[in-house]
């Protein structure tokens, strides 16, 4: 429809890079680019850690299970959800935090989620390619211990950033029937929705890996949703003092 | 730096809309671009409820705490963060739906956020302004009811969209020194930045109000975490089938 649609929709992960840096600049303008997008009460309740140091690269790559390209990629951010700041901004005001509130847990969580994707379609659009790292929270403790994190700040997911040195095909998505509804929710049309789409993706994974990934979404779900995740998840947030109530 | 960069750092929340209504070919667009964003182990966990219904509109204004223009704008969306479809997929492949898991719902929140923001830049892109409506988590039971929303499915926030019928300023962001970190989180100079800040944005409302809003960052912030925020919250997303374990 236009060129930022067409960027939006051109969308895909990538996980080889070229060995080009991504320079200061860049970072400095993607992070702007993400602070400009929304944020509730204007609470700002992002912080980007950018991993520089080589060892924290590696030792990331390991905790998020493996993934070279968190070493590998020309930038890697690690996106924080943050409540200490504003803790810290309550109390210069002779105020009181109050802490655990699953709303200000989900505030934080969505802001930082808005502010990304801001600094995934700026990076995206000045030539870099992204991926999100969401196997940081594998183990979210050694990655808080890694970066300092004080309490009241969790890593959300992590972002790899650098010069594409790939060019995967666009993966499909649900049909827009099944995603999209009107006043209300009606489910009625979407098992059939689900079991069209299901053909498209095996269809793409085929055609994607010679035919060697043989799958579709709703085994991905079974797969996903059909057991624990993250189990030690709840635990850890609420040592770091979120969704206490 | 290029013309999306621009237009991300030009964001600023529309409250005022012509009368000029939102066509189905731009509501469809707009859903396109948010789906094509990164979507956690391809779970695509969103589901948009367009309301029409002026009714319903009516409703919703009133339980955002009396926004007007969620009834007036020229659209108005409600992003759910949908657990349901994943669930059936899960059930349609003879698996066992693991309820309630703080994981799967962290997935589902941040998937509705990156495809929110997505579909808010392809429409800020095409000419629309938007305002995100958090107040609809004011009363969510009842948005839940209003929209026939299933278990494992919540609402987590409305959307207008329209033709912008207001110019409001860019809003002053805390400074990059404060947001963006290296290697590890050094809070050292965040009261320093904290306090430059307050007073940018200081100026800020009272340029913007005629002198009438004399407030700052820390004030609000203070007015923000420094009370229990929505606490019906975490019941209601018990009741909802989500973060039980």
Redesign the interface.
């Known amino acids: 429809?236009?060129?930022?649609?067409n960027?939006?929709?051109?969308?895909r992960?990538i996980r080889k890079f070229t060995s080009e840096p991504v320079s200061d600049e860049l970072?400095?303008?993607i992070?702007?680019?993400g602070?400009?997008?929304?944020t509730?009460?204007?609470?700002?309740a992002?912080?980007?850690?950018?991993?520089?140091?080589s060892g924290?690269r590696e030792k990331l790559a390991e905790l998020a299970g493996g993934q070279g390209y968190v070493h590998r990629a020309g930038a890697f951010l690690v996106f924080?959800a943050d409540?200490?700041?504003?803790?810290?901004?309550?109390e210069?005001?002779?105020?009181?935090?109050?802490e655990g509130?699953?709303?200000?847990f989900?505030?934080a969580?969505?802001d930082v989620?808005?502010m990304?994707?801001?600094c995934?379609?700026?990076a995206e659009?000045?030539g870099l390619g992204?991926c999100?790292i969401?196997g940081i929270?594998n183990n979210p403790q050694a990655v808080s211990e890694l970066?300092?994190?004080?309490d009241q700040?969790y890593p959300?997911?992590g972002l790899c950033l650098g010069y594409p040195d790939q060019d995967p095909d666009?993966?499909p998505?649900?049909p827009?029937s099944?995603?999209?509804?009107?006043?209300?929710?009606?489910?009625a049309g979407?098992?059939a929705g689900?079991k069209i789409y299901d053909e498209q993706?095996r269809s793409y994974y085929k055609s994607r890996t010679g035919g060697k990934k043989d799958s579709c979404?709703?085994?991905?779900?079974?797969a996903?949703?059909?057991?624990?995740?993250?189990?030690h998840?709840?635990e850890f947030?609420r040592k770091r003092g979120f969704?206490m109530?």
């Open positions: 429809m236009n060129e930022v649609t960027l939006l929709k051109s969308h992960s970072i400095n303008e992070i702007l680019c602070q400009a997008a929304a509730s009460s204007n609470i700002q992002t912080t980007v850690i950018r991993v520089r140091d924290k924080c409540l200490h700041r504003s803790q810290i901004a309550c210069m005001q002779s105020g009181s935090f109050s509130m699953t709303e200000h989900m505030i969580t969505v989620a808005l990304a994707q801001n995934v379609v700026a659009s000045l992204i999100y969401g929270r970066l300092d994190l004080p700040v959300l997911f666009v993966k998505r649900l827009l099944v995603v999209l509804k009107e006043d209300s929710y009606q489910d979407d098992v689900i993706i979404w709703s085994e991905e779900m079974k996903l949703v059909g057991k624990e995740s993250r189990p998840m709840r947030l969704l109530k």
